[in-house]
C-alpha cells in the first residue's frame, strides 16, 4: 500500500500509470467524487491485490467466493462498489484478497436514520457497530430517538455486533453531567436505568452496550468505578458485552502536552474493550487547531498500555473537517463542521492548495470569501488518508485491539481502504447475507 500526494497536473490516469494499476480502481478505492479534477496536496492511496478475478460469462459472487474460498462478506469488502448491486458483468476485475498482516476490531458509531446504503456499504468492515439512539432525560426515564430495528438487522445479517449507546448528551454535544452524577450516586437511580438497560436489551437485539463516559478525571474516577461495576456485573451475568468510550481531553500548556491520567488499570477488568475517540460535532467552540494529532495519541497509548493490556485498547480519528474565519477572536470563536469530501471539493473549488502538518499528521488550508466592501479568511483543519494511516501504523507498533470510527453517517472510502488493505477485520458473528 502506497499514499501519493498530489502534484500540480497531475490526473487519476497519470498517476495510475505511475504505480502500474488501473484509474478505476485508483477511483474505486479513493472514493474520488471528481477525477477530473484533483487538488494538489490530496491524498491518493494506492494498494496493489494479492489476488484478482476477471469476471467470466456465468460467474456469480456466490460461485467466485466459492472457487476461491473466501466469503461473501469478503468479496464485498474488497471490492465496495459491489455494494447494492444485483448483477457483476464479464470483464470486472475483483480483488479476492490483499497480503494483509494481522487483525483488528473496528467499532463504527452511527445514529439510527443513517442512510440504508451508507449502513450496507460501511457493514462489511466493521466489527461492531455503536448506535446512539437512547437519551436520558431530565426526569430520570430513557427515551428513544428513532426506530434502530432496521440498523439491528442488518448489521447482524453482516455479522456485525450491534452495541446500544444511551447518553445524556445534547444534540450540539454537550453532556449533562449533573443529571450523570445524580443517577450514579444515587442507588434508586441507578437500578431504574440498569433496568431500562436491560429491558431495551433483551427487546431489541443488541449484544451489548457502550457507554460514553463523559466528564471523567482524577477526582471522580471512584464513582465511574463503582458505576461501571454495577453496570457490569448485570451485564455481565446475562452474557451482555460491555465496552467503554472516553473522549481523551489533551491540553496544551506552556508548550507541555497535558491529559487527563485516569487509573485505567481499575477499568479494565469491568469492560471488554476500552475507546479512546474524540467525539465531534457540528460545530467547535476554540481557536483553529488540528483536529487530531498523531503526536498526542502517541503519548497517551504510551500511558495508557503502561496501565491496561493493548489488547483491550482501541484508538480512534474523527471523520470530520472544520471551518474557522481568521484571525480568530472573541467574536469568531466557533468554526463549523464539514466532511472530508466537502474538504476536498472546497479545496477544489477555491483553487487552494492542499498543506500538510507532520507533527499531527493532519492536512489544512486556507481560503478567502469576497464580499461587496470586504472579505472573510479562512483555515479548514481535517484529516485525510496519511492521517488515518498514522493512527492505523500505532495500532500495529504497540498492537492494539483496532480503530474506532466517529463516525460512518458519511461514507469515506479512503478509511476503509486502509484498514481493509492492511489488516483481516474481526467477525464475531455469523453473517446471514446470501
Keep these: 500500500m502506497d499514499i501519493y500526494v498530489v502534484q500540480p497536473g497531475d490526473t487519476v490516469y497519470s498517476i495510475a500509470d505511475k504505480y502500474g494499476v488501473t484509474a478505476i480502481r485508483l477511483i474505486q478505492d479513493n472514493g474520488i467524487d471528481n477525477p477530473i479534477h484533483l487538488v494538489p496536496g ?216 497535558q491529559f487527563v491520567k485516569i487509573d485505567y488499570s481499575s477499568f479494565t477488568p469491568l469492560v471488554d474493550n476500552i475507546i479512546f475517540l474524540k467525539d465531534v460535532w457540528g460545530t467547535y467552540e476554540g481557536p483553529p487547531a488540528p483536529v487530531s494529532s498523531i503526536n498526542y495519541i502517541r503519548r497517551l497509548i504510551e500511558y495508557v498500555i503502561s496501565l491496561t493490556p493493548p489488547e483491550k485498547i482501541t484508538f480512534g480519528n474523527p471523520l470530520i473537517g472544520y471551518d474557522w474565519i481568521i484571525p480568530y477572536t472573541l467574536k469568531n470563536y466557533y468554526a463549523y463542521s464539514l466532511t472530508l469530501n466537502s474538504a476536498i471539493t472546497l479545496a477544489n473549488d477555491v483553487g487552494a492548495i492542499i498543506q500538510f502538518d507532520e507533527i499531527s499528521q493532519t492536512p489544512f488550508f486556507q481560503y478567502s470569501t469576497n464580499y461587496p466592501g470586504g472579505s472573510t479568511n479562512h483555515i479548514i483543519w481535517f484529516i485525510d488518508a496519511r492521517s488515518i494511516n498514522a493512527l492505523l501504523e500505532l495500532i500495529k507498533e504497540y498492537n492494539l485491539a483496532g480503530s474506532g470510527i466517529w463516525n460512518i453517517m458519511i461514507y469515506y472510502q479512503p478509511l476503509w481502504t486502509l484498514i481493509n488493505s492492511q489488516f483481516e477485520i474481526n467477525k464475531l458473528i455469523p453473517d446471514n447475507i446470501m
Design 42 to 257: 490530496q491524498s491518493i492511496v494506492i494498494t496493489y491485490p494479492e489476488k484478482v478475478h476477471i469476471v467470466q460469462e456465468g460467474d456469480t459472487l456466490s460461485s467466485i467466493a466459492d472457487f476461491y474460498g473466501v466469503t461473501l462478506i469478503q468479496l464485498l469488502r474488497n471490492n465496495s462498489f459491489l455494494s447494492g448491486r444485483e448483477y457483476i458483468y464479464p470483464g470486472e476485475i475483483l480483488v479476492i484478497s490483499y497480503k494483509t498482516n494481522g487483525k483488528v476490531s473496528t467499532n463504527g458509531y452511527t445514529y439510527a436514520h443513517i442512510a440504508k446504503d451508507t449502513l450496507i456499504k460501511s457493514l462489511p468492515y466493521l466489527t461492531y457497530i455503536s448506535v446512539f439512539n437512547y437519551q436520558i432525560t431530565e426526569d430520570f426515564a430513557v427515551t428513544s430517538l428513532g426506530n434502530d430495528s432496521e440498523v439491528i438487522k442488518l448489521s447482524i445479517d453482516y455479522g456485525v455486533v450491534p452495541l446500544l449507546m444511551i447518553s445524556s448528551i445534547s444534540p450540539k454535544g454537550i453532556p449533562n453531567l449533573e443529571l450523570i452524577f445524580t443517577i450514579m450516586t444515587n442507588k434508586e437511580l441507578l437500578d431504574r436505568l440498569i433496568n431500562s438497560y436491560l429491558n431495551i436489551l433483551q427487546s431489541t437485539g443488541y449484544y451489548g452496550i457502550n457507554l460514553l463516559l463523559s466528564g471523567l478525571n482524577e477526582n471522580n474516577q471512584k464513582v465511574y468505578i463503582d458505576f461501571l461495576t454495577t453496570v457490569s456485573d448485570a451485564l455481565k451475568s446475562r452474557g451482555y458485552l460491555l465496552i467503554i468510550t472516553i473522549n481523551p481531553d489533551f491540553k496544551l500548556i506552556d508548550d507541555n502536552l
